[in-house]
């Protein structure tokens, strides 16, 4: 009987957690500098950001909402420069019987709080007491151009090195349920997932556009690409006019219908100053949610993505949960509500879809973005003023985009009387 629990335990795992993530050289991307993405896949789906001083170094990251005292981090950068996020492994831990504590983002806001380097992370790791209770798949990054994975199990783990050119030919490491130090089976989820992230990051690399954050957001995390079927149904049913729904099986995407966030990391190069390194953060089901970026500092973090006592959410996460609940995701009755979503509320031949409105206006959010490190680069540091300047103005650009666009204000929990 016991066996048997374990293994619907173990599918269950399997059918309801997962994420996709890439870690990436520095060598290879189109400023020079590492990165991380995530795209964070989690029945806890709604997200805020925060902002920690409770360590050696401060730190930005990732959490639940209902995460009030901030006791793990799901993806992170800290003053130094340094970064970490995780995917969930199912093929590491198969010889023992040992429980998983799910300590996984315990460890990475420790790792925020005391670590500067790669070398520190794999001391935090080799202090752990055995069992760990561990079986993922951790990504760093540092601010001396350090770039790698680490598959963790009970008792030991694998470095995968994104600098070196014998594991990562083109400069990027992808990974999604399953850990290459593992076998390969009916134990781990995510190939499809893989795979398709793989062909996209290999679309950049191999032309002079390069990896960026904003490729990654817009091009990867967002895509609704099946590597299996080769099914493009944001290109396929782009013709379709406005209000004219158009359901498709939602499964094994990138994007997922368990997709709660989608982050960047953008590291910085080896000398600069590591208070450059930006996150750049849709909070919130990323189809949905519009791109905030956010550096380590003591200036608030935006409002918008902010944890917010009245939702219970962070603003733009309470929204995108919204859009996806209403206009993508709506299936009202039966199981297979989280099977099915409406591409037409997200393109159209009018470009009044979710997805084009969204990234229209993220388009400027970039640019502005760009133009501020632009300026902080020449200057060595990030300015202060600049900060919090954007800050405000993030918060009131976007709060009025979700007003305008879609009827839905950020800061007052009054848009769902527009239904009745």
């Known amino acids: 009987m016991k066996k048997i629990f374990l293994l619907l335990f173990f599918f269950y795992l399997l059918t309801s957690w997962g994420c996709t993530t890439a870690v990436i050289s520095g060598k290879y991307t189109r400023d020079g500098r590492p990165m991380l993405w995530k795209n964070r896949d989690t029945r806890a789906i709604n997200n805020a950001l925060r902002y920690f001083d409770d360590g050696k170094y401060a730190y930005v990251g990732l959490v639940n909402s209902k995460d009030t005292e901030g006791k793990s981090i799901w993806i ?38 005391t670590c500067k380097t790669l070398a520190d992370f794999e001391a935090l790791l080799d202090q752990l007491p055995r069992p760990t209770g561990l079986e993922a798949n951790f990504g760093v990054i540092d601010a001396s151009g350090g770039a790698a994975y680490y598959e963790v199990n009970n008792y030991k783990y694998v470095k995968f090195d994104a600098n070196d050119p014998a594991i990562a030919p083109f400069g990027y490491i992808i990974r999604t349920n399953y850990s290459h130090s593992g076998p390969f089976g009916l134990e781990s989820s995510g190939y499809i997932r893989y795979n398709a992230a793989n062909e996209l990051f290999y ?20 895509n609704l690409y099946h590597y299996l079927t080769k099914d493009k149904p944001m290109i396929t049913y782009y013709h379709l006019p406005p209000e004219t729904p158009k359901y498709i099986h939602f499964r094994d995407y990138i994007a997922r219908p368990i997709t709660a966030s989608s982050v960047v990391v953008e590291g910085v190069k080896k000398g600069e100053n590591p208070s450059l390194a930006t996150l750049w953060a849709n909070v919130g089901f990323p189809l949905a949610s519009v791109i905030v970026p956010v550096w380590v500092t003591k200036i608030d973090l935006p409002k918008i993505v902010r944890y917010d006592n009245v939702l219970q959410d962070s603003p733009i996460s309470y929204a995108a949960t919204w859009l996806k609940k209403y206009k993508i995701m709506n299936i009202r009755w039966g199981k297979v509500d989280h099977q099915y979503i409406n591409i037409n509320a997200l393109v159209n031949v009018k470009e009044t879809g979710i997805d084009q409105i969204i990234k229209k206006h993220e388009k400027i959010i970039y640019a502005k ?9 020449a200057k060595g540091k990030p300015v202060k003023k600049d900060i919090k300047e954007m800050y405000d103005w993030l918060d009131g650009y976007i709060s009025d985009m979700y007003h305008r666009e879609f009827r839905i204000d950020l800061f007052e929990n009054t848009h769902q009387n527009h239904l009745k």
């Open 76 to 113: 992170g950068l800290n003053s130094e420069g340094f970064a970490i996020m995780n995917s969930a492994s199912y093929n590491l831990n198969l010889d023992n019987d040992d429980e998983r504590n799910g300590w996984e983002g315990r460890i990475m806001k420790k790792a925020l709080a």
């Open 203 to 222: 679309n950049a690399v191999s032309t002079y556009e390069g990896i960026t954050a904003q490729y990654i957001q817009k091009h990867v995390a967002k």
């Open 369 to 377: 973005t760009y133009d501020l490190l632009e300026k902080w680069h």
